[in-house]
């Protein structure tokens, strides 16, 4: 794995999500499952799941763009890896939680698809103009 692509999508991911979650969404995940959420967020595991989502995009998606050099492939296999890492959550959690919202889950697998697609395309980008 190139660790420099990986230090490229880190700060790309939280800018994105951050915005996602502290404007666009801010009070939509507490309408939908507030019920649910705890008071104080875990840090360890948003962290690991950050890391570990980055490092998935940047296996399967980016560096395999970059090896093709087709910024379409970041875009549309960033989209299926966010939809189906999405899915996973979601999905599980409608299948076995009482009151699991629909609207949620479409509403998380359609961000997951363009959030997974936006960094994978803007750092596929950045990657191409400083030659990685």
Known sequence: MNFKLYLIALPVFFAIDMFWLGVVAKNFYKEQIGFLMTPNVNWTAAIIFYLVFILGL????I???LAKSSLQHAIVFGALFGFITYATYDLTNLATLKDWPLTLTIVDLIWGSVL???VSSVTYYLATKINI
Do not use: D, G
Request: charged fraction near 0%.
């Open 63 to 65: 560096s395999p763009a």
């Open 116 to 118: 997974a697609s936006s």
């Open 58 to 61: 940047v296996l399967f998606v």
